[in-house]
């Protein structure tokens, strides 16, 4: 079935790297993405990678993406303060709804 | 400026009430979504539209209704068959669902509590 799974919490102190996890099911996934939300707001398109990748970079932020095992990482470099917040993984399908499955997020608190 | 805008921001139910979600987006995006957010289990697909006057059910659909009367427009009502629905809101517009490279633009959210 459709699943998307991430641990719940992440703590890391600011300078260092913060690594979110995330393992999904559907082989025939097209577009995996990263989004962040801040307390009581929206979802933000942080970036996304197509399913032929392996890797994506993009300033601070690094996708990893390795198929045989269908788990994806985001690491974000020089964490800051700023960036405490909740991150969603999505998997988009081959499907033509443009339909999203979301894992649970992961709560990255960073410490000054 | 472009956008995808949801209200109220907050919003307060009565028990057997049934209250009405509002989305509107000026992005000329064929598509737009509903989905529900529990703390620790992300977000749950409610209802989706790909074109005007058309709509189908996502994951959990039961209690709530929609309509897509126009292109801008896909208000959220949450009846009162909804058990459960004090939770986080989310609307979501994308330029077409059969486009692959495209991205979701979200609201701000609406946060419904059933007093």
């Known amino acids: 079935g459709e699943d998307v799974e991430q641990s719940l919490f992440l703590s890391v102190r600011e300078g260092d790297s913060s690594v979110i996890n995330c393992t999904y099911t559907?082989?025939?996934?097209?577009?995996l993405y990263w989004y962040k939300q801040e307390p009581g707001a929206g979802l933000q398109l942080l970036t996304y990678?197509?399913?032929?990748?392996d890797m994506k970079q993009d300033q601070r932020l690094t996708v990893l993406l390795n198929k045989k095992d269908k788990h994806l990482s985001l690491r974000i470099a020089d964490t800051q303060t700023g960036d405490s917040a909740i991150y969603f993984c999505?998997?988009?399908?081959?499907?033509?709804?443009?339909?999203?499955?979301f894992g649970q997020g992961t709560t990255l608190q960073v410490k000054p | 400026d472009g956008g995808i805008t949801q209200s109220p921001k907050y919003l307060f139910r009565k028990e057997g009430q049934n209250v009405t979600l509002s989305c509107e987006q000026n992005l000329n995006h064929d598509a737009m979504y509903w989905y529900r957010q529990d703390p620790g289990q992300g977000l749950r697909l409610i209802y989706y539209s790909q074109i005007v006057n058309d709509f189908q059910k996502g994951d959990i659909a039961e209690g709530y209704s929609v309509s897509r009367e126009k292109k801008e427009s896909f208000p959220l009502t949450v009846t009162s068959a909804q058990k459960n629905p004090t939770a986080f809101y989310l609307c979501a517009s994308m330029a077409g669902g059969s486009r692959m490279n495209t991205e979701a633009f979200f609201g701000q959210g609406t946060r419904l509590t059933v007093v």
């Open positions: 559907d082989s025939s996934s097209t577009y």
């Open positions: 990678i197509f399913s032929n990748m």
């Open positions: 999505a998997e988009r399908y081959s499907s033509n709804t443009g339909k999203l499955i």
